[in-house]
């Protein structure tokens, strides 16, 4: 008997459960195990988050906004409602955050870009510099920060470097 068929054994022993196979959907996931490997996919996720909150008949854009686009407030509008927009937003950044390449298409460059900036004695009260940075793949934002610099930099430099050395970090 293998290794693993002794484990789920035992583990069956001791626990109340039950042997359901090998793993193909899990958390928004599927798996495909074969001979060949393992691969995974988010294609069945994805659907069901653009058929739940009527998107599946969706154009593809290469902007999240149309350019030029000028928003304004309608105060005589329907009023949306917040928990629905909470959801979508929440979906997508689950599948955004395992998926980086889909943030804003195909295309772009396949290589981490990190950009980083500080506001050197930005804070008027302590005099402190915020640092700032954003993560891009493909054209896309992974991660991004901005936050008040623990010590106060006595030149730009040290800002600059106080900035890059969190980025490395």
Known sequence: MSMC?????????????????????????????????IYVSQRKYAYEV????????????????????????????AKVDASVFKQVVGNLMYLTATR?????????????TTYSDSDFAGDVDD??????SVFMFISGAVSWSSKKQPVVSLST?????????????
Not at 10 to 32: I, N, P
Not at 157 to 162: L, N, Q, R, V
Request: with cysteine; glycine share 10%; charged share 30%.
């Open 50 to 77: 653009l058929e739940r909150f009527g998107m599946n008949n969706s154009n593809l854009v290469k902007n999240p906004i149309v350019p030029g686009c000028k928003l304004s407030k309608d105060e005589k509008g």
């Open 5 to 37: 068929k002794e484990f789920k054994k035992s583990m069956m022993l001791e626990f109340d459960m039950s042997d359901l196979g090998k793993m193909r959907y899990f958390l928004g996931v599927e798996v495909l195990q074969n001979s060949d490997g």
């Open 157 to 169: 430099t040290e800002a600059e470097y106080i900035v890059a050395a969190s980025c490395a970090c």
């Open 100 to 112: 980086p390449d889909l943030m804003y298409g195909k295309g772009g460059c396949k290589q981490l």
């Open 127 to 132: 005099r402190k510099s915020t640092s700032g």
